[in-house]
């Protein structure tokens, strides 16, 4: 869960390059950073507690250089610490890495390493690759990163460097690493928006491969040493797409992009969306899988296909879907949601469902991502480059996504896509200056409490919890979420005097239970605040949605986004990256 980025090329302020790249990918990790870069007197390493978002290029030092590269760390093995920051040296510092991932079997290879004479600075599992690339000196420097590389369990993205050696070595396996081409020079990084502002042409680094990046990039497979071609390919986004603009943060661009990103995302090519609603119609059985917020999406869009379609779907949690790997087989359709396609724990069920033979389909946003290249089919969301932690724009998207599905199961496409358009067009009037205000005002009112909860039927029950994801992430404050149904079954003891309850209101066939549930929190003393399309004597707070039929669970979180932003701001926590949370969670 961290960012790696590395420049080589004819520029003279690599390291500067590398920095502002860092910064985009900071979204990834955010407690230290540090980067290394070549000079004359050998290599320079810089590494500070912190953000480099904070960083001001004017408190460092930086002489020129033309190969350099970072990382933005979230700890896993060791704690938060300069010695444990990346860049790690080995003994006389002249290899250097950077490293995304976990070296499960480091200890066992320190203890080796330590036998044989290396000490280490660092607590870091990191640090074993550059004194185990140090051993293996003697076959050279693109050799030994080969054996160091064979000797690493666990997932990874590697960067090294040699003092003594014009060349660059990246490696991958499980961690996404990615190669953009500019004119005369290379980047390497955990994601495109690094190197945006010089490049859209990029080259996938697959599982198990490796690059030499002298003048021009070698791909080798790691296993078998064999040379790989690679394809460049050229991707949509721009450097534009991955900037904050006028915003004061991520989130709030974000949100407010949703007025054009739905239309986006059902702007799909009709045959595509069709290959994929018969792939359902013809499956043994259905899985849809995400974690976090994809997997809320998930359960909504169960609701969906049992309303619209008429069938039968499982929503299940990415890290919880091999254990139902016992009924999974060839025939079997796994439908993956995800923002980055990089998320471990799904990308371990797509894993799992093929080797039991079931065929896999992707609904990702980003293009290229390890989810779109392992699945038999995917479909790209078009939400453009999510960078706030909190997943906004993205949700929508792929909520948009599986209604349509829906939708096209029962040849009712040209219907969906009518509403999805309606709705985003809704939407577009909904994002206005006063609607934020009107939000705003309730953060003043709920930013003092501990605890909030949010309660919805169908659709809008998977919206409660992931309401209350959103809520938790930015804003820590306690929030839960629950099946209007279910609070008489214990939640109910949670409500005594003011307590807040958002209702989420779909004008559809649960409302007057919904309401009913309502009106009991109410009456144990609960402050009611209601997401709906009309005003209800009971609420104590209205947050005006259009009427969106089959779309109510898009236009109903829309508000809570807000919300979340709102409070988060207000108690002056970075919305943007929220403690002890990563954009992209790689590791299981
Ligand atoms: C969303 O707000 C969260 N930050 C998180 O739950 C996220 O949705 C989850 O980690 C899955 O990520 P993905 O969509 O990139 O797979």
């Not at 590494?47 to 760390?73: C, F, W, Y």
């Not at 320190?110 to 004194?131: C, M, P, Q, R, Y």
């Not at 290959?275 to 998930?298: D, S």
Request: with cysteine; proline share 3%; hydrophobic share 40%.
């Amino acid at each position: 869960m961290c960012g790696i980025f590395a420049y080589k090329g004819k520029r003279e302020n690599a390291s500067e390059i590398v920095i502002e790249g860092l910064k985009h990918l900071e979204y990834r990790g955010y407690d230290s950073w540090g980067i290394a870069y070549k000079s004359k007197a050998g290599i320079v390493v810089e590494k500070r507690v912190g953000k480099i978002g904070e960083l001001d290029l004017n408190t460092i030092q930086l002489p020129t250089s033309n190969t350099a590269m970072g990382h933005s760390r979230w700890a896993t093995h060791g704690t938060v610490t300069e010695e444990n920051a990346h860049p790690h040296f080995n003994e006389d510092q002249s290899i250097v890495v950077v490293h995304n991932g976990i070296v499960e079997n480091f200890q066992e290879l320190k203890n080796k390493l330590i036998k044989n004479g290396h000490t280490f600075k660092s607590e870091t599992d990191t640090e074993v690759i550059a004194h185990l690339i140090e051993d293996y000196m003697e076959v050279g420097f693109e050799n030994a990163f080969k054996q160091a590389l064979k000797e690493l369990k666990g997932r990874f993205a590697i960067l090294a460097m040699h003092r003594d050696e014009d060349k660059l070595m990246a490696a991958r396996r499980g961690s996404p690493l990615i190669v953009g081409k500019g004119k005369s020079e290379y980047f390497i990084a955990s994601d495109i928006p690094a190197f945006l502002e010089y490049s859209r042409e990029v080259m996938y680094i697959d599982d198990n491969q490796m690059v030499v990046l002298n003048d021009t990039p070698k791909f080798y497979n790691i296993e078998t040493g064999e040379k790989i071609t690679k394809r460049i390919v050229e991707i949509g986004w721009n450097a534009e797409m991955a900037e904050k603009g006028e915003h004061p943060h991520f989130m709030i661009k974000e949100i407010k992009e949703q007025k054009d990103t739905i239309a986006r995302a059902i702007n799909q090519n009709e045959k595509d969306i069709m290959k994929v609603a018969n792939e359902i119609n013809n499956a043994f059985g259905t899985y849809l899988i995400g974690c976090g917020t994809a997997g809320k999406v998930c359960l909504a869009a169960s609701y969906a296909f049992s309303e619209i379609a008429k069938k039968h779907v499982n929503p299940v949690v990415g890290s919880e879907f091999p254990s139902y790997k016992h009924f999974i087989k060839k025939g079997s359709l796994v439908i993956a949601v995800s923002q980055s396609g990089e998320t471990a724990d799904t990308l371990e069920a797509i894993e799992v469902a093929k080797q039991k033979g079931a065929k896999v389909i992707s609904i990702v946003n980003v293009e290229g991502s390890t989810m779109d290249r392992e699945s038999d089919f995917s479909i790209n969301i078009k939400a453009g480059p999510e960078k706030a932690v909190a997943s906004t724009k993205a949700t929508t998207a792929q909520l948009a996504i599986l209604t349509l599905l829906a939708y096209a199961c029962v040849d009712r496409l040209k219907e969906g896509r009518k509403l999805l358009i309606e709705t985003a067009s809704k939407i577009n009037d909904m994002l206005n200056p006063r609607y934020e205000q009107h939000i705003e005002k309730l953060a003043e009112k709920l930013r003092g409490h501990e605890s909030m909860y949010v309660i919805g039927r169908a659709m809008n029950y998977a919206m409660a919890l992931e309401s209350a994801i959103k809520l938790q992430e930015v804003s820590y404050i306690h929030a839960e979420g629950f099946a209007g149904g279910e609070l008489k079954h214990g939640p109910i003891a949670l409500i005594s005097k003011g307590t807040p309850c958002i209702a989420l209101v779909a004008n559809d066939e649960t409302k007057q239970d919904i309401l009913s549930n309502a009106i009991e929190i109410k009456s144990r003393g609960g402050y009611i605040i209601g997401v709906s399309p009309e005003n209800h004597e009971i609420f104590d707070y209205w947050l005006r949605v259009p009427d969106a039929g089959n779309a109510s669970p898009i236009v109903n979180i829309i508000p809570v986004q807000i919300l979340a932003y709102k409070l988060a701001v207000m108690k002056q926590n970075n919305p943007d990256m929220p403690r002890n949370l990563a954009k992209s969670v790689t590791v299981k």
